[in-house]
């Protein structure tokens, strides 16, 4: 069992910079992927960017070139660092982990970028 929680989100203003957490109270060693969704009032959930077991990231279109995705594997930690932010970043955010039978969210992070 993995239980996550991110940390991090708040309030900016556009063009400025946040970095997002995600701790995990038990390994990741065994995660295939860890990853960062988001979803906006009214919208579907979607991908902002995950990461492999082996290192691979992968991006939503909207993000690539301004956010980028790592892990602290020793310790349990995923952080999602976040520049030039607008205000269509605005959404709840939410950290995922993928193993081989079971996937586990966070309770999510709101994130707003006032204009």
């Given at each position: 069992?993995?239980?996550l929680?991110?940390?991090?989100?708040?309030?900016?203003?556009?063009?400025?910079?946040?970095?997002?957490?995600?701790?995990?109270?038990?390994?990741?060693f065994?995660?295939?992927?860890?990853?960062?969704?988001?979803?906006?009032?009214?919208?579907?959930?979607?991908?902002?960017?995950?990461?492999?077991?082996?290192?691979?990231?992968?991006?939503?279109?909207?993000?690539?070139?301004?956010?980028?995705?790592?892990?602290?594997?020793?310790?349990?930690?995923?952080?999602?660092?976040?520049?030039?932010?607008?205000?269509?970043?605005?959404?709840?955010?939410?950290?995922?982990?993928?193993?081989?039978?079971?996937?586990?969210w966070?309770?999510?992070?709101?994130?707003?970028?006032?204009?």
């Open positions: 069992q993995v239980q929680v991110e940390s991090g989100g708040g309030l900016v203003q556009a063009g400025g910079s946040l970095r997002l957490s995600c701790a995990a109270s038990g390994s990741l065994s995660m295939l992927a860890m990853g960062w969704y988001r979803q906006a009032p009214g919208k579907q959930r979607e991908l902002v960017a995950s990461i492999t077991r082996g290192g691979s990231t992968t991006y939503g279109d909207s993000v690539k070139g301004r956010f980028t995705i790592s892990r602290d594997t020793p310790k349990n930690t995923v952080h999602l660092q976040m520049n030039s932010l607008k205000p269509e970043d605005t959404a709840v955010y939410y950290c995922k982990a993928t193993g081989t039978i079971n996937t586990y966070g309770p999510g992070t709101q994130v707003t970028v006032s204009s």
